[in-house]
């Protein structure tokens, strides 16, 4: 008899959502965390919210822990790539290039959720069939209708903030009765300041004619609860892990990206708080066994045919790791990011006959435009964005060049040009102190303001993660290493979003300051003009879903062609990034995939 019904490897968003499911239907479930347990009581918490705000450079992992053994990529190991010389590989990732892979992830219990905006949009209808409508990259093997349900149970899950008819764009459509946990964020007064530049007016972009919306972004943190949701019950927000009067609403911090201070945006502790509360009532019909700083190694298997054993290596910081161990269940769940999936499998030397794991790694190249308006724009005040628009992430163009979207970003200049620490540089420089050099500095930092374009990008083979021999981590793992590069189609959506925010900043009349230099990692250029990407942090593909096994190395419920036992959960499954941020789609196959887990088990 094997040991669990389901072993999953990871603690994110994923693996608390199948955990959760399956145990509430009877299974018994191991998780497998390779990094530690933080963040499970309010000090704890905010002993991570100290470490953030004692930080000299503050980047996504700044507040989170990260141990030798099980090392997080952290994006100050980016460097510029030379062609020709040695592969980079001054953090945990192992880059060749051409161009840096420029992401980053968390191994925490919590995943990289833990340090995410909270952006929760839903995919258009028209992303599911690119191929079929574009001929660009590849369809999908379901579509937006049958995802709807399952939206809503994920939308549940993670308590999300937005109006119905906001979001009612594109093709996305709603139960008539359907309503959001929780009422939409308010605007901010950026927003409001740039929605009535530009509501309604017309840009041109490659000779077509756009017509602008500034739309709210749905979030995955809380606000005012809508009483008519589930039909009229309405919705109880969920405060912090360990501490559940905490957070019951956004405070209008300004650290979102990485830490919020009091949770009002949800992370997956909250999910695992959910089911030690189940657990602890004895609702629990199954149970959960959580097992962080243990590292898999290894997948076991005989070639083809179900999946025989995990391998895992257990460690105490600092001290010789344990021998590995050997665990055995009816059905086993990767559910890392795409990246630690892949290598994994790559690892184990998992049978990949169609030579599909690991390539067609994508993620949506973020690009920087930022202004100066004539007067205050409330920089810094609330989270970093609460809208965006939304109107061109679909349409004919998609033949030709990449869909984005445009997020208004209220951060003013932050990591665009380090402010406001650069501005008090320069202003220290031109000899202003005291009183002076703080009216000066308010006066300016206030009317910064930024755009942020997130491009899709299509799958290539050619971008990949893989493993070697020869670049190996403490406990004797691979770790994971890149070919990637940014094509055309890409790139010359760029060029289309340099067409917008030139129209834009004359609507606002706001003067350019937008600059990109050389010896940045991310520099790239299309048809003579500069352009700086950096990684959105949305980890795509590797291990795409389809309806042909030759084609796609998982089906539509994210089960293993060729393991019957094996499933591979989370963004490594998408056939294609399209260019909503990946987090509720992601979390809205965990649902679906649940309930195939529970079929296999006779348990549904």
């Known amino acids: 008899m094997p040991d669990y019904d389901v072993a999953i490897v990871g603690a994110g968003p994923v693996g608390a959502i199948l955990a959760g499911q399956l145990a509430q239907a009877g299974a018994r479930v191991l998780v497998l965390e390779a990094g530690v347990a933080a963040g499970r009581t309010w000090p704890e918490y905010q002993a991570s919210v100290e470490q953030y705000q004692a930080a000299g450079i503050k980047v996504p992992n700044t507040p989170y822990y990260s141990t030798q053994e099980a090392p997080s990529p952290n994006v100050l190991d980016i460097r ?14 192992v880059q060749d290039g051409p161009l840096p892979f420029g992401t980053d992830y968390l191994r925490s219990l919590g995943g990289t ?13 028209a992303d599911f069939e690119i191929a079929s409508r574009y001929r660009q990259g590849t369809d999908w093997p379901i579509g937006y209708e049958e995802l709807i349900p399952y939206y809503a149970a ?42 009535k530049a530009v509501d309604g007016r017309t840009v041109t972009l490659d000779g077509a004619h756009h017509q602008l919306q500034v739309t709210s972004t749905p979030q995955a943190r809380n606000s005012m609860p809508n009483p008519s949701y589930n039909g009229g019950e309405g919705y109880q927000p969920v405060g912090a892990y360990g501490a559940p009067h905490e957070g019951l609403r956004c405070e209008g911090n300004s650290s979102c990206i990485p830490i919020c201070p009091v949770q009002a945006k949800y992370n997956p502790l909250k999910s695992w708080g959910r089911i030690e509360a189940l657990k602890a009532a004895g609702e629990l019909k199954g149970d959960v066994e ?16 179900p999946i025989e054993a995990l391998e895992y290596i257990a460690y105490d910081e600092g001290q010789t790791p344990d021998p590995p161990e050997r665990i055995t269940a009816s ?30 790694l994508m993620d949506h190249p973020y690009v920087l435009a930022w202004g100066l308006m004539p007067e205050s724009v409330g920089a810094y005040r609330g989270p970093s964005s609460t809208a965006g ?15 984005f979207r445009m997020e208004v970003r209220g951060w003013g200049w932050d990591f665009a040009t380090n402010s406001p620490y650069s501005d008090v540089e320069a202003l220290v420089g031109d000899g202003l102190f005291g009183r002076e050099l703080r009216e000066r500095l308010a006066e ?4 910064q303001f930024a755009f942020g374009f997130l491009f899709e990008q299509l799958p290539r083979a050619t971008n990949r993660v893989y493993v070697d021999d020869s670049y190996l981590d403490p406990l004797g793992i691979p770790r994971p290493r890149f070919q990637y590069d940014i094509d055309d189609y890409t790139r010359a959506g760029m060029a289309s979003a340099r067409q917008l925010w030139t129209q834009l900043f004359a609507h606002l009349g706001a003067s350019d300051n937008t600059s990109y ?53 989370g963004c490594g499954s998408f056939p294609t990034i399209a260019t909503s941020n990946p987090s509720l789609t992601m979390a809205a196959l965990a649902f679906r995939t649940s309930g195939e887990m529970k079929r296999d088990l006779g348990l549904q």
């Open 80 to 93: 510029k790539l030379t062609p020709g010389t040695l592969p980079a590989d001054t953090g945990y990732f």
């Open 113 to 125: 959720m833990m340090h995410w905006l909270g952006t929760c949009l839903r995919m258009v209808p």
């Open 154 to 195: 994920a939308e549940l899950e993670l308590g999300v903030s937005a109006n119905v008819e906001d979001q009612a764009y594109l093709g996305i459509e709603f139960p008539a009765d359907y309503v959001f946990p929780m009422r939409r964020i308010p605007l901010s007064y950026l927003d409001q300041v740039v929605a």
């Open 290 to 305: 959580m097992r962080t700083q243990c590292v898999v190694s290894r997948v076991i298997h005989s070639g083809k045919g």
């Open 331 to 360: 059905i086993y769940v990767l559910a890392c990011n795409s990246i630690e999936n892949a290598k994994l499998m790559l690892a184990s030397d998992v049978p990949n006959g169609n030579d599909l794991i690991g390539r067609n």
């Open 389 to 403: 628009i939304e109107i061109l992430r679909d349409g004919g163009f998609r033949s030709q060049r990449a869909a």
């Open 444 to 447: 300016r930092v206030s009317r």
């Open 517 to 569: 230099s050389e010896a940045d990692p991310g520099y790239i250029t299309y048809r003579g003009e500069p352009y700086l990407y950096i990684g959105a942090g949305h980890n795509v593909g590797t291990h795409l879903m389809g309806n042909d096994a030759a084609k796609s190395v998982v089906d539509s419920y994210q089960r293993c062609w060729e393991h019957e036992n094996l499933y591979l959960a």
